[in-house]
């Protein structure tokens, strides 16, 4: 396995395995937003190692950002990192595959003088789920909703972290409103985007799509990184059907 730190365009271009596992999972769409938008804010908002096998092909990653830059609910102590993501393609686990791409992770961190590590550890297994940080030192700082906030120390034992608080705002009636913050940076976020844009369009003048883009300004102003909003109220986690952004949407428009 050849283990890299994600510096070019032709790089970036390879972005998302996750999206490109075989059979290709059908929100496998959504990258034709994410990967424009990872090459755009690499070195910015994100950072990102790649893992490619014996063909060349990308198979797994890890991305991240400085804890500054980090596009996540919080105000976070400087000089640390912040994992937003990691994935190994299905056929390839059980290798080592993941252990060595943390281990070049780690050791770029070290080498550039990085405080820490900060991960929200999940409690769906198969993706981020926190017992697998808890097996590389993680430990939990804080658990909301099932997620568990974990720090791996390198240069300092405890790091700042504070939340910040959701603030969009709630509303009633026709047209709908659906507010989408974000949500390119995962494919599956990414994927249902368009078909938000794709059922408001068709459902028409009962429906309002306002799309704002990720940052510090929405981040302050929502208190949000990334999601959509009906109404004010968040939805659709995970890979979601155009099937199923049509049945919210007609709901929201009856009930309105």
């Not at 028409?204 to 929405?218: D, I, L, N, P, T």
Request: glycine share 10%; net charge neutral; with cysteine.
């Amino acid at each position: 396995m050849r283990v890299y730190r994600v510096v070019s365009e032709e790089e970036a271009a390879k972005a998302y395995p996750c999206a490109t596992e075989v059979p290709r999972p059908f929100w496998a769409d959504g990258l034709a937003l994410s990967r424009p938008w990872f090459r755009e804010n690499l070195g910015k908002v994100v950072e990102g190692f790649h893992g490619e096998d014996d063909e060349g092909e990308v198979v797994g990653h890890i991305y991240w950002a400085r804890s500054e830059k980090a596009l996540v609910p919080y105000r976070i102590e400087r000089g640390a990192a912040y994992i937003y993501c990691e994935w190994v393609q299905r056929r390839y686990r059980g290798r080592g595959y993941m252990r060595e791409m943390f281990a070049a992770f780690v050791e770029f961190l070290r080498r550039e003088g990085y405080k820490g590590i900060l991960v929200h550890g999940t409690g769906i297994e198969g993706y981020m789920h926190y017992s697998h940080f808890a097996k590389r030192g993680f430990r939990v700082m804080q658990e909301v909703g099932g997620r568990r906030l974990m720090y791996l120390p390198l240069r300092q034992e405890t790091i700042c972290v504070e939340p910040i608080a959701a603030r969009v705002p709630k509303r009633r009636g026709v047209p709908v409103e659906v507010l989408v913050i974000g949500s390119r940076f995962c494919p599956v976020g990414a994927s249902a985007v368009l078909a938000v844009r794709r059922i408001a369009q068709e459902l028409g003048s009962q429906v309002m799509v306002r799309e704002v883009a990720a940052g510090r300004e929405a981040l302050e102003q929502y208190g949000v990184a990334h999601g959509i909003f009906v109404n004010g109220e968040a939805r659709f986690f995970g890979p979601v059907t155009e099937e199923e952004v049509r049945e919210v949407l007609e709901e929201a428009i009856c009930s309105g």
